[in-house]
């Protein structure tokens, strides 16, 4: 409404009040000479949001469903709104500030905004300008889907106890992750099969899947080592396959409910015969060697007399060997361990040799935060995190990865003189992340992490025993990021995910991967960037984080929009939203 009609309904107000109260001239004479206070009660109009939740199958109203509403200006202990869905799928938020809000909308019976797969549809942006009343929002909810079944031998009698996992057939942004946590943002869900071999798998969102059933411990490869006079059962996706190259996918719509039978397959196992030696020479006392697939330990067995041996079938492995010091550990020191990729053909590999390296000392860090010019802003408590940062790609790292062992890194709070300490930090290559609980620091970023004489940000920071005393400048003078999603029809594009992506010299730095979702007029921004060259991305969906994935990032090289983020300025970008890499990476 234009301000002269928001003027003028005042004074009528004012007006129809001071015929009750004979005081028309006086509230008029005030709103005249306050018209900075009229502004201000102009501005703390309170807002609306309403609407409602409907199924994405049959368009059925979903009552019971949760609803939070949560300010972008909340602070971290602050609790969200939350309302839940009346009989007719509706929700109201009133009373609200004008602000940015974030909608997220939940269900036990269907795919919530906590999922990650297709999660970004439940977590809507709001702008709402002071008294602005948002009606018939609609969200609309995909019922989960359900997988269940039996695992059966080769006879068809039900195999108890076996492990089924759910998996996703794309594989869109695990690069960039370790083995680990790729293995990790691949299942999808998982059960272990009752005394009938019966599974049931519940809250799977609609996509491709390949199933596996991993056998019980008891009795099979992943057990002792042993040998075996038969074949033993090994892990099997559906239907019956030994690999996933091989296997059959599962397509599941919202609301569907498969049923499916895996059939155990047999192997047969082959000895792995070896020796384990310090870097001296002298054979390793005491030890654990573990034989891995796909960040799974398939089996593992004691050191005996520096030698050990494993029986699998014929395949690919990592070797983890970890050994156990005779004055044991102190802290968080590592244990000595060293790792090696192998592959088994049948009739087995003997004279595996595995040289264990030194111990990964734990480290202490100290430092001290300080600005780039003036002083840290009082009243906000700061803390400090190390992330372990991604090596560059090679066999070893990628075995170190399987594993799970790059290093916990650490956490400190910073004390009001700027200065933090961390001890017992497991060697690694980490990056430094600094963060704030509440606001008031959004434009904010870190500007350099100096080891001595040398700048660190980019490289990472470099552990391996020694203590290190860092020298942090954050800086007041963040960059802005703001612009427009739009559709293939020119239109804009509400609820896209916006992704800001560094440059090359940066990519290992995760934390500069700034993510948020356009509101509902396809209006996006992004503060407290740091200054530099990056590429704008718009996603209707994302599942996992693809942009990590080098290979998924070429398609959609010429999708993006370059910019350059300069210290304390607004830079603005139209990008045009683009489907999901989860529609094209299907295997």
């Not at 234009?2 to 005030?30: D, F, Y």
């Not at 969200?80 to 974030?102: H, M, P, V």
């Not at 956490?411 to 990056?431: Q, S």
Request: aromatic letters at 6%.
């Amino acid at each position: 409404m234009p301000a002269g009609h928001r003027v003028l309904r005042n004074c009528l107000l004012a007006t129809s009040l001071a015929m009750a109260s004979g005081m028309a001239m006086c509230q008029e004479t005030i709103a005249a000479q306050n018209p900075s206070r009229e502004r201000s009660n102009l501005d703390e109009r309170k807002c609306t949001l309403s609407g409602q939740v409907v199924s994405t199958v049959g368009g059925a109203p979903v009552r019971k469903a949760t609803v939070h509403l949560i300010s972008a200006t909340a602070r971290m202990n602050e609790s969200a709104q939350s309302t839940t869905t009346d009989a007719a799928g509706r929700f109201r938020f009133s009373e609200l500030a004008a602000g940015q809000y974030k909608l997220m909308v939940s269900h036990p019976s269907f795919i919530s905004s906590a999922e990650p797969a297709r999660s970004s549809r439940l977590t809507m942006t709001y702008t709402l300008s002071p008294g602005q009343e948002v009606k018939d929002v609609l969200v609309r909810l995909t019922p989960a889907a359900v997988l269940r079944g039996r695992v059966i031998d080769e006879d068809g009698d039900p195999v108890p106890r076996a492990e089924v996992e759910v998996l996703r057939a794309s594989k869109s942004g695990s690069a960039g992750q370790s083995a680990r946590i790729r293995a990790m943002q691949l299942r999808a869900g998982g059960s272990v099969s009752d005394d009938q071999g019966e599974f049931r798998i519940f809250g799977l969102a609609p996509g491709r899947y390949y199933l596996r059933a991993n056998p019980s411990m008891e009795g099979n490869v992943r057990g002792p080592a042993r040998k075996a006079d038969a074949p033993i059962y090994i892990p099997t996706f559906y239907p019956a396959a030994s690999s996933r190259e091989t296997a059959t996918a599962v397509e599941l719509r919202g609301g569907d409910e498969l049923s499916v039978n895996i059939a155990l397959a047999r192997a047969n196992v082959y000895p792995v015969l070896g020796i384990v030696r310090t870097a001296k020479g002298d054979p390793v006392a005491a030890g654990m060697v573990m034989a891995s697939q796909a960040a799974s330990v398939i089996s593992n067995v004691q050191v005996r007399e520096g030698k050990f041996e494993l029986w699998l079938p014929a395949g690919h492995y990592s070797l983890r060997l970890i050994g156990i010091p005779d004055e044991g550990l102190s802290g968080n020191e590592r244990p000595p361990s060293v790792y090696r990729a192998i592959d088994v053909p049948e009739g087995g590999l003997r004279d595996v040799e595995l040289v264990l390296s030194a111990s990964k000392a734990a480290a202490q860090i100290t430092g001290r935060i300080r600005a780039e010019a003036g002083a840290l802003p009082e009243g906000r408590q700061l803390f400090v995190v190390l992330q372990p940062m991604n090596p560059p790609n090679s066999d070893e790292d990628e075995e170190d990865d399987a594993f799970g062992d790059r290093g916990s890194g650490g956490y400190a709070t910073v004390k009001p003189d700027g200065t933090f300490a961390m001890k017992d930090v497991a060697g690694g290559t980490y990056e430094l992340v600094i963060g704030t609980q509440g606001t008031g620091l959004e434009d904010w970023y870190t500007k350099s992490v100096f080891v001595g004489t040398r700048d660190e940000l980019n490289s990472g920071i470099i552990v391996s025993g020694a203590a290190l005393q860092l020298d942090v400048v954050v800086s007041p003078k963040g960059g802005t990021a703001e612009g427009l999603v739009k559709n293939g029809e020119q239109q804009p594009a509400p609820n896209a995910t916006v992704v800001l992506v560094p440059d090359a010299a940066r990519a290992r730095r995760h934390s500069l991967y700034e993510t948020t979702s356009a509101d509902q007029n396809g209006h996006f921004s992004m503060r407290g960037l740091e200054p530099g060259q990056y590429t704008v991305y718009a996603w209707d969906n994302a599942e996992g984080q693809p942009w990590f994935d080098a290979d998924v990032m070429k398609r959609y090289k010429d999708d993006g929009v370059p910019i350059t983020i300069r210290a304390s300025e607004k830079t603005h970008a139209e990008v045009h939203v683009q489907a999901s890499p989860l529609d094209e990476d299907t295997h």
